[in-house]
Nanobody, 117 residues
Framework: QVQLVESGGGLVQPGGSLRLSCAAS????????MTWYRQAPGKQREFVAR???????VLADSVKGRFTISRDNAKNTAYLQMNSLEPEDTAVYYC???????????WGQGTQVTVSS
């Protein structure tokens, strides 16, 4: 059974940093892209960052210069390094993976990030 498990969320003060992880298990095909989304209370889920199998990245304008996405293909794990966090970054962060030739999508359960003093 395929599972994506996010970890690393928590409470941090403005200007602080967090590193999120998304570990995939039960996957026997290649993970093509891994993507981070977030959803703040009362708002729609929004794109944060994406990384392809070969390491090409795309970041939302709102996080460029502050967030970095990376992955370890051997571990089927993606990371989101978040620096200079702002209260506006408060949200549940979700990991998405599309897998194999059919680009089957999987979602994690989310991890809460709260930026507050």
């Amino acid at each position: 059974q395929v599972q994506l498990v996010e970890s690393g969320g928590g409470l941090v003060q403005p200007g602080g940093s967090l590193r999120l992880s998304c570990a995939a298990s039960g996957i026997i095909f290649r993970i093509n892209t891994m993507t981070w989304y977030r959803q703040a209370p009362g708002k729609q889920r929004e794109f944060v960052a994406r990384i392809t199998y070969f390491g090409t990245t795309v970041l939302a304008d709102s996080v460029k210069g502050r967030f970095t996405i990376s992955r370890d293909n051997a571990k089927n794990t993606a990371y989101l390094q978040m620096n200079s966090l702002e209260p506006e970054d408060t949200a549940v962060y979700y990991c998405n993976a599309d897998v194999g030739a059919r680009n089957t999508e999987y979602w994690g359960q989310g991890t809460q990030v709260t930026v507050s003093s």
